[in-house]
């Protein structure tokens, strides 16, 4: 395969990679956006497969063994990908996100391992020669930063599953004194390394800085608690896409560069449109400097209050007679597979001529998007489904707005000076006629904050299995 027809497929993978990044901005256009991101990355390895076979003929190597352990990582990663993909739960596609991100950032690692080793394998420098200048400088970044999203995500997907008793896969922040200090220290260091790497070639450095740059994913991301969650997501989506681009420009592999580019400047935009929906500073997130969940000092006083609650049978009562709904998917209804039942919910209301929205915090769930996924896949029609800067002006004139396990982002707290979340825009449910709220108790959300939403007169809770309420609710309507 010629290097010009090498070029043109790239070019045209680098299109449908656009494409599908497009795609995915609206659900409306997912499905195609995901078609055109799978055509890419089928011409992006077929190519890269005629391109090893080509530099192989050229410099005389085995060129079967080589395609063999080729087609052997493609047979083994694409059927645990497959199965994963195929068994996962939509409650637990944040601990999958966080997976593929790790693996991508060892990935460059790996590679970059291998290049300093062989660089002529790579068509970098002749046989027992090193890795020019400037490719040292690209892998000394590539594997830094592929270093840090592999132990990033491995520690974010602890937090995000929730179930593993070490104390850093926990959702409470990890924070000790002189935690900035060590991180800049390590930080420096590692540039420096990779600076004694790019000058000299020295094997040590470029060992030593790499892991160090595994250390520094853990420190980076252990004092980042349960509520910032979904900026980490995204923030790793983008060191992800850096740490392949950086790799792609050691290998001069156009493809890698742009695919890289695209995940690593999409994955920043994410993250920046986070954190102002979480009142965070980017900076900060990018550097890990952020995070560690509000004292949960109001736990205490969360038992000695009351709060006035319902049954299903009311909760239909104030529903049938009610003219315009909102509905408010948070986490609980995703831990309850709830989607469904919702979906039945609505068209109920519907069918009896009361207009239902559905309104998405930015960052509701575990990670950017997760709302609109869970109602997508119950078939909520999109044109009932609204992001918050859009919905928010309704509150005020809508008759009920139903919390379905959201907390933090409903919580009025935001607006109060001196709140550790103050400043985080929210949904505006507190200034609907009445509001009925679904929680399997009076927890806390991720922030560990009380939500005197909860509180309000015009407030009813109704406790329990939101799936189990939902039905109970529906069947409960006339």
């Known amino acids: 395969m010629s290097m010009n027809v090498v070029v043109l497929l790239y070019l045209v993978a680098s299109v449908c ?58 047979v083994v990663g694409g059927v645990i990908g497959a199965v994963m993909a195929k068994r996962v739960e939509m409650t637990k596609m944040p601990e999958l996100v966080a997976f593929m991100h790790s693996m991508i950032g060892l990935a460059a690692v790996c590679i970059a391992i291998a290049v300093v080793a062989e660089p002529w394998a790579f068509d970098l420098a002749p046989k027992g020669g090193e890795v020019p200048f400037g490719n040292r400088i690209e892998l000394f970044l590539g594997s830094a930063v592929g270093a840090i999203t592999f132990s990033g995500s491995v520690i974010a997907f602890g937090k995000l599953s929730g179930k593993y008793k070490f ?60 509520a910032d969650m979904p900026v980490v997501v995204s923030m790793l989506n983008s060191y992800s896409g850096w740490a392949a681009a950086g790799i792609g420009f050691s290998l001069n592999n156009p493809m890698l560069i742009i695919a890289g580019s695209l ?6 935009i994410l993250s920046y449109i986070m954190c102002k929906a979480m009142n965070r500073s980017f900076i900060n997130v990018i550097l890990g400097g952020f995070g560690g969940d509000a004292a949960s ?41 709830a989607q469904h039942a919702v979906k039945e919910l609505a068209q109920k209301l519907t069918e009896k001529g009361i207009g239902v929205k559905f309104a998405i915090h930015p960052v509701a769930g575990r990670m950017p998007g997760h709302m609109n ?47 550790p979340i103050y400043g985080m825009p929210i949904l505006e449910a507190y200034k609907a006629r009445t509001v009925i709220v679904n929680k399997r108790s009076m927890a806390a959300g991720y922030a560990g904050l009380d939500n005197e939403l909860f509180y309000m007169d015009k407030t009813m809770m109704v406790f329990g299995d939101a799936k189990k309420v939902v039905e109970d609710i529906v069947k409960a309507i006339e």
């Open 373 to 419: 996924v869970l109602l997508a896949e119950a078939e909520i029609p999109y044109d009932q489904v609204f992001e918050m800067e859009d919905i928010n002006a309704e509150f005020g004139q809508t008759d009920v707005a139903v919390i379905l396990g959201a907390n933090d982002v409903v919580n009025p707290a935001a607006l109060q000076k001196g709140s």
């Open 297 to 337: 000092g109001a736990q205490g006083a969360q038992q000695q209050r009351t709060v006035k609650s319902g049954s299903a049978d009311d909760a239909a009562f104030i529903l049938s007679n009610a003219e315009s709904v909102i509905i408010v998917p948070g986490y609980g209804l995703a831990v309850a597979r």
């Open 167 to 226: 104390r850093l896969f926990q959702g409470a922040p990890v924070v000790f004194a002189g935690q900035h200090w060590l991180n800049l220290a390590l930080g420096l260091a590692v540039i420096v390394l990779g600076l004694v790497f790019a000058f000299t070639g020295n094997w040590t450095a470029f060992a030593v800085l790499t892991a160090l740059s595994f250390v520094l994913g853990v420190l980076i991301i252990i004092p980042i608690g349960g």
């Open 263 to 268: 995940v690593g400047s999409s994955g920043a």
């Open 17 to 74: 990679f656009i494409q599908a990044l497009k795609g995915l901005s609206h659900p409306t256009t997912s499905i195609r956006g995901n078609v055109f991101g799978m055509v890419g990355m089928a011409i992006a390895i077929v190519t890269t497969v005629g391109l090893i076979t080509t530099l192989a003929d050229r410099m005389a190597l085995d060129e079967v063994s080589g395609l063999a352990w080729v087609a052997l990582g493609l």
